[in-house]
């Protein structure tokens, strides 16, 4: 079937165009995007299910048959087979035909999930922002009386923050030909006429008769209007040409023109709701003033300002694509209920207009009223449209123009601002990724708790992202779009791994605020984790390039600067750490918290420190308040499921070290040994087994790895396969002389005494030797004397000397 989209030369295929990727039964689009500030959103439009009781499909991980023994594995692109119930190469278990990788048995307390859904699957139970968070921001502010009680500002090395490419793919937008997209029967529905002065229903029909679509309101007698003002063929300002409406919205109707001095262009001419309100004419006034100057290729172009009858009119380009809420309403017309975009769908439209309001923001302007009606998609761009609301920072006097469920709860005392603006784009994306029902009323300043909306379990990340940017004090959100925009890259490849269920991560994510782990032969020490970057625009950072020597060394000379700063104090917390100075190091935490209760950095030392005290809880909620704060970065789930480890909390562990396995190569082995450690201990073999078979060969943790994975099959011993593959890891396993001798002498032991006691003679090698009683015991005579020769005390030396003696074979001479 061809597509019925205006302009698309594509086909249907599995109910989409190949081209334009428009549903099937999606009418054609009759008219651009609207721009309107009167109360809408996907809630008005339809009653779709409750969320509470329609889980996002994402949620749902298929299982499948069983996959043999040697069977080749299912997940993308692995080349791996299946091996004792899991492939040894990506780690995916044997029962999962859905990529799922890194899924073991299931966390602990989960022992009734279904086969293979296994820990990925975020509950209420496992989700780490139910842990004890540290305060931070405006609550740490009130509680200790800090000297800073506003936000003043954020780093600049998270501005430019540009998106790499290829972390996902957008369908691209068909455009819409102008002339097809004109409205034929250009009208206001009743139930969206309210008074310009007062908000009243007006125009409202009586006794089966139509309402006025002009008059005055019945309670304030203020003048409204709801008809076009200008026809078809009208000749504005002796240049545009009306061809007639695409849409109507808060500052009036919008109307297509043709530039008859610029080759008949088209152009969109915004008009007012009515002349005679003052707010909206001072509206218009104000963008004249200063909308000339922006200019950025995904905003709007505005050429002119006009006047015509007494009325003023903005001409600016035309934009022929499909707005986001379009694109929602159409989705919903194909599904018949309402169907959010995909959360990875979501951040990849707003990631490409934050440059836009970080230009906005850098000329002094905020938008003030962005939400889905104001982004549209033309082919594989986005445009931000509809500047009637912007304004100056320091405009005190105009109209404020907003959205009711999307403007920031302090904006009719505060004003609008930066902050103001976050919130808008933080409440878009809640709107773009579930039916958010009473986000007008219920929710109108406040999000669902996390427990109710199954987009936000499976996505804890992006619950943490809208959390901040939604925050209800302005200080709390994120500073700038650059700021925002950068965290928002990294819930992007969160979200992607968790959506495309492989094993490990084979790409490495760059940070601007972490350095990657550094895992050693002791994978569970607190001191492999990242270390903070230093911030380059910090006035200290070439002195502390000076610093050097041992911990104590360095500390002496950051006790006493040329100048302290925020980079002095920081490197000062941390290596008084490295010294053994735990009581400088949050001496220095707590003096950094007072001046600046958002820097949260400082909370990141404190949670080291407790670490290092042996406070898991501690540590828990300083990592969990740094990961509210910067929900993008890997570093501080790292940090909070080795704390959640350390006290228990298994299952908020499980679930992030699995996020931050896949999204990241360099995470993969502290991640992978953290996971071994967790499944080992809850007794699942099987799922550390393949934690362990996560670190690449390439890794330099991966002898470390091999040594983990032998000891953990010798310890387990299900049998002489186990105890010859653990054999066999022993050979570029990264243990001392002495160890490995223990663990082959071990691994003998095993297997002798397995073969004795069931007298079972199996066609197995252990090393060298065939798994029969004779065999076996030549074997362990010699790793009992080589365990001998490496052991410095001569009575045990002299014991291991004699039980070599005794275990040998009789032999005849």
């Not at 933080?426 to 009473?438: A, N, Q, S």
């Not at 004795?756 to 076996?776: F, Q």
Request: proline share 7%; glycine share 8%.
């Amino acid at each position: 079937m061809k597509c019925t989209q205006p302009g698309c030369s594509g086909t249907i295929v599995d109910g989409y165009c190949d081209v334009c990727g428009m549903a099937a039964s999606s009418p054609a689009s009759t008219g651009a995007a609207s721009t309107s500030s009167a109360p809408v959103g996907p809630s008005a439009t339809a009653d779709p299910p409750s969320v509470a009781t329609a889980p996002h499909p994402a949620a749902l991980v298929a299982a499948g048959p069983r996959i043999p023994e040697g069977g080749a594995c299912l997940q993308p692109g692995c080349t791996g087979t299946i091996d004792a119930g899991y492939c040894n190469v990506c780690g995916t278990p044997a029962d999962q035909q859905a990529p799922a990788a890194l899924a073991s048995s299931g966390p602990a307390g989960d022992p009734g999930d279904a086969p293979g859904a296994g820990p990925e699957l975020s509950t209420r139970s496992s989700a780490s922002s139910n842990l004890a968070s540290a305060a931070m921001g405006s609550k740490r502010a009130r509680e200790l009386g800090s000297v800073a009680t506003r936000r003043t500002g954020g780093s600049q090395r998270l501005r430019s923050a540009r998106l790499g490419g290829g972390i996902t793919t957008v369908r691209p937008a068909p455009e819409i030909d102008a002339a097809k997209a004109l409205l034929t029967n250009p009208s206001v529905p009743e139930n969206k006429r309210f008074c310009p002065k007062c908000g009243e229903p007006v125009g409202r029909g009586r006794d089966g008769k139509p309402g006025r679509s002009t008059g005055f309101c019945a309670k304030c007698r203020f003048p409204f209007s709801f008809d076009p003002k200008l026809q078809p063929g009208d000749l504005v300002a002796g240049q545009y040409e009306v061809a007639g409406c695409l849409a109507h919205g808060g500052l009036g109707w919008i109307y297509l023109a043709r530039d008859k001095n610029v080759s008949d262009r088209w152009v969109v001419l915004k008009g007012l709701l009515n002349s005679a309100d003052p707010d909206a004419l001072a509206a218009a006034i104000a963008e004249q003033r200063f909308l000339a100057q922006v200019s950025h290729p995904s905003i709007v172009e505005i050429y002119n300002f006009v006047t015509h009858d007494d009325a003023g009119y903005i001409v600016m380009e035309y934009v022929g694509g499909t707005s986001l809420k379009s694109i929602l309403k159409q989705r919903m017309q194909h599904t018949g209920r309402y169907d959010p975009l995909p959360v990875d769908q979501a951040l990849a439209y707003i990631l490409e207009i934050l440059p836009a309001f970080q230009y906005l923001h850098d000329l002094g302007l905020v938008y003030c009223d962005f939400k889905p009606d104001n982004i549209i998609q033309v082919g594989d761009e986005v445009k931000l449209i509809d500047l009637g609301g912007v304004r100056r920072t320091d405009d005190d006097d105009s109209a404020i123009f907003g959205t009711v469920g999307y403007q920031a709860p302090e904006v009719a005392e505060l004003g609008v601002s930066v902050a103001s603006d976050i919130y808008t784009i933080g409440r878009t994306l809640v709107v773009l990724t579930m039916e958010f029902r009473g986000y007008q009323t219920t929710y109108l300043n406040v999000l669902p708790a996390q427990d109710t909306v199954p987009v936000f379990q499976r996505y804890d990340s992006f619950y943490r992202l809208v959390a901040k940017a939604c925050a209800p004090n302005r200080d709390d959100r994120f500073v700038s779009a650059d700021e925002l925009r950068s965290q928002m890259i990294g819930v992007l490849r969160e979200v992607v791994a968790l959506d495309q269920g492989s094993g490990a991560a084979t790409t490495t994510v760059s940070s601007l605020l972490f350095d990657v782990p550094t895992p050693g032969t002791e994978p569970d020490d607190w001191r492999n984790l990242p270390a903070l970057r230093r911030d380059p625009h910090d006035p200290m950072v070439g002195w502390l390039q000076t610093v050097n020597g041992t911990p104590s060394e360095r500390l002496e000379r950051l006790m006493t600067p040329p100048k302290n700063s925020t980079e002095v104090l920081l490197e000062r917390a941390r290596t008084a750490l490295d010294a053994g100075k735990r009581d400088v190091a949050e001496a220095t935490a707590s003096e950094l918290l007072v001046a600046d209760p958002w820097e949260w950095r400082a909370v990141w030392i404190q949670g080291l420190a407790a670490l290092e005290r042996g406070d898991a809880r501690g540590a828990q909620a300083s990592f969990n308040a740094v990961y509210g704060q910067v929900p993008g970065e890997l570093a501080p789930k790292l940090a909070l499921a080795h704390a959640c480890e350390k006290a228990g909390d298994d299952a908020v562990a499980e679930n992030l070290y699995i996020a931050c396995a896949r999204t990241d190569a360099t995470y993969v082995p502290m991640a992978a040994f953290g996971l071994a450690r967790i499944r080992a201990a809850r007794r699942d073999v099987d799922g550390a087994v393949a934690a362990y078979r996560l670190v690449p060969a390439q890794s330099s943790a991966f002898r470390t790895a091999r040594a983990g994975l032998a000891e953990l099959l010798t310890r387990s011993n299900r049998g002489l396969p186990d105890l010859a593959e653990a054999m066999r890891t022993l050979e570029d396993a990264s243990l001392s002389a002495r160890r490995k001798a223990e663990v082959t002498t071990l691994i003998y032991r095993e297997a002798l005494a397995t073969v004795e006691s069931s007298g079972n003679k199996a066609d197995v090698h252990i090393g060298v030797h065939k798994a029969t009683p004779t065999s076996l015991r030549l074997g362990l005579e010699d790793s009992l004397r080589e365990l001998a020769k490496r052991t410095p005390d001569l009575g045990e030396r002299v014991a291991l000397v004699d039980e070599a003696n005794a275990i040998r074979p009789w032999s005849l001479w």
